[in-house]
């Protein structure tokens, strides 16, 4: 079996889960090389590092039809048994690829809850989706609102669940060195860590006003991340003259390590299809308030691995404050937290993900 990966690129963020599958299959000894359209970034160095080959097409608007016949005959030249697509430029451009170059297996990977089809492209995404060998969603509630857009595609569409490498993780977070005194952070201020893109999904402007709420308590929240709102919520905090509590990190590669600090994670998403970061702060046992949206309820229990709130400041507010003033309720969701990531380590959805390729496989023979 030959797997060839096609995403839009490699970059900080939602392809964590990507990469250490990818990771774990060639563990296991399968055959792939990954594909990306628009550049590589720090995932694909990593890969890179493991002996995956990479290719980058560095597809715009001006050369997209000569990319494509590159990508054909790249596939051709390679013969993948399997074209795994990632997101809606990928499933597009990649998938359109793997039929012209004849591969016979063709996976579909629906991630987003926002990612809308254009107009003008979905006739072209209903033939590739009828003509795809399996399509997976990353959650339930996903499967869902993807089947409301695309509702031919019941029988098809099933869920495979985000993983991570849980054991590296935690790892890197045993061993972190990382102290609050590194940020400039007091020595008894609770760190509230929120991991998320700058953008209006992760509703960053709902800690901003938290921290308002809780002015004079002693919290510091440290944001990491980068995106077209980062300006845009340093603004809000300055204006409102909370630069005491927040440190803003920017894009890190040291997540894990960063956790070691945290006493508790927050992620105030108004939009979420899983929680890659959320279950990053399972694995090392930060114990978490979380917006009940999307596929987090199929992450966490409420009360058991974290404290779930609606995408409501003042909710938000109440579940840190109560978290704060007691330590024995944060051991017990970092206790429960930590188990619960167990059950999404990627070497068990690795192992599902083969299962569904095998039986592709199967039935292209």
């Not at 993948?80 to 499933?91: A, E, F, K, Q, R």
């Not at 690829?97 to 809850?113: D, K, Q, T, Y």
């Not at 995408?311 to 051991?331: F, N, T, V, Y």
């Amino acid at each position: 079996m030959k797997i060839c990966f096609v995403c839009d690129d490699l970059m900080l963020g939602g392809w964590t889960s990507l990469r250490d599958m990818m990771l774990r299959l060639a563990k296991n000894g399968v055959e792939l090389f990954a594909v990306c359209l628009f550049g590589k970034g720090y995932n694909a160095e990593l890969l890179e590092s493991a002996g995956i080959r990479v290719f980058c097409l560095g597809l715009n608007k001006f050369n997209a039809p000569f990319k494509l016949i590159g990508l054909v005959m790249l596939l051709r030249k390679e013969s993948p048994s399997i074209v795994h697509t990632n997101l809606h430029y990928s499933d597009i451009f990649g998938q359109l690829a793997a039929m012209l170059a004849g591969i016979p297996g063709r996976i579909i990977h629906v991630h987003s809850l926002d990612e809308k089809c254009r107009f003008e492209f979905k006739f072209l995404k209903k033939m590739i989706l009828r003509k795809a060998s399996a399509i997976i969603c990353v959650s339930e509630k996903l499967r869902i609102n993807f089947l409301k857009e695309f509702p031919d595609e019941d029988g098809k569409a099933e869920v495979l669940y985000n993983g991570l490498d849980i054991d590296g993780i935690r790892e890197k977070s045993r061993s972190s060195a990382l102290r609050k005194n590194d940020f400039g952070i007091p020595k008894d201020s609770l760190v509230v860590l929120t991991v998320a893109h700058f953008k209006w999904q992760k509703a960053h402007e709902l800690i901003v006003q938290s921290a308002e709420m809780m002015r004079g308590q002693a919290l510091s929240f440290v944001l990491v991340g980068h995106g077209p709102r980062k300006e845009e919520i340093s603004s809000m905090i300055r204006r409102k003259e909370l630069d005491s509590h927040f440190v803003m990190l920017g894009a890190r590669t040291d997540v894990p390590e960063l956790m070691k600090m945290a006493d508790v994670f927050l992620l105030p998403s108004v939009s979420e299809s899983f929680g890659i970061a959320l279950l990053e702060a399972f694995a090392c046992g930060v114990p978490s308030v979380s917006t009940k949206i999307g596929g987090i309820a199929e992450l966490a229990r409420d009360g058991q691995d974290a404290l779930l709130v609606e995408p409501d400041a003042g909710q938000i507010c109440a579940a840190l404050e109560r978290l704060a003033r007691d330590p024995s309720l944060r051991k017990s969701l970092s206790v429960s937290a930590s188990d619960r990531a167990a059950e999404f380590d990627i070497a068990l959805i690795a192992n599902r993900y083969l299962q569904i390729c095998s039986e592709i496989s199967k039935c292209a023979e």
